[in-house]
């Protein structure tokens, strides 16, 4: 009869043993992932697997939205307008409600996957700014060895608190100018300014592509330069009243959600300082212009938080380059 106790007793342990880690794994793969292809630029099907197959590791399903699979290829060059983007930016942002939609019950949390151009990002940041999920995570296939795929940011109202002293020690590590004691770069640019209605927002992540601060600089100084898509009629040239400039060391930065993070709570919050300094000062709301040559998901991110009010700035390769 006791052993008979024991065996039930070690059965009903195993039951709720088993039980546990089934529950577990359940909440743990709560949601969907979304493989997001705007632009074929940076899209293979050896990636799409691997995106697909890290999507069904963290949720239990997972769709791909591929714009140029239903609208035909992307043959935009970096010449063209970038506002002819918007139209299949939109398209993607409609198919990833609508297939939102079709679930019986709504998505709490939700992994993003995107290829797409750094300006396409951007917009597609801005229209995801009204969505409402628990979390909504931005992921990022790494270039650097051992990382693979990770969780680069996640889109929250906390994107847009005050830096605290947690994200200062780690941008140490990665600003050329201490977050502290120094912060970012402000160039005043000399010159007839009373009409100038802009301002840049200068983010060169060291490891891309070569010379961007200075570039983009030239650009926001003078309202025109031939690598870059200024927004506007090229014949009624804008020019910046200056430029603010976050520069990173040299190298990528670490691929870590804690560090995109940090970087982007110091971005949009010195970003927001320097926007009202300036509109105390002019009387007047300015409108930013954003270079960047981040990853995709940054570009997102600063979408999300700054589209209504800034353009990012499409860099274009240089004729015969």
Known sequence: MGAKLWWLAAVAVAAVLVFAVCATLLHGKEGVGIVVIVSER?????????LRADALERHPSCFTVNVSELLGRDNRSEQQDAGNSFDRVRFAHRLIQARI???EQPYEHVSLYVTARHHDAYLLGDLLRDQRHTSLRLIRQSHEDGVGIFEALRLHSGLTRQPDVQDVRTLREVLVRDPETEGPEWHAFTGPDAGA??????????GHLAGTREKALAAARDGRHDEYVLPGNPAAREHCVGALV?????????????VYEALIRYVHHHWHLKMTEMLAAKGTALRGWVFTDGPTEIALALGHLLGRQSDLVPWRRPTGG
Request: proline fraction near 6%; aromatic fraction near 6%; hydrophobic fraction near 45%.
């Open 197 to 206: 209605r802009r301002m840049a927002l200068i983010l060169p992540m060291a």
């Open 246 to 258: 976050f520069a990173t060391r040299s190298g990528n930065i670490p691929d870590r959600r804690e």
């Open 42 to 50: 940076g899209w293979d099907v050896t990636r799409l697997r691997a």
């Open 101 to 103: 939609l079709e679930a």
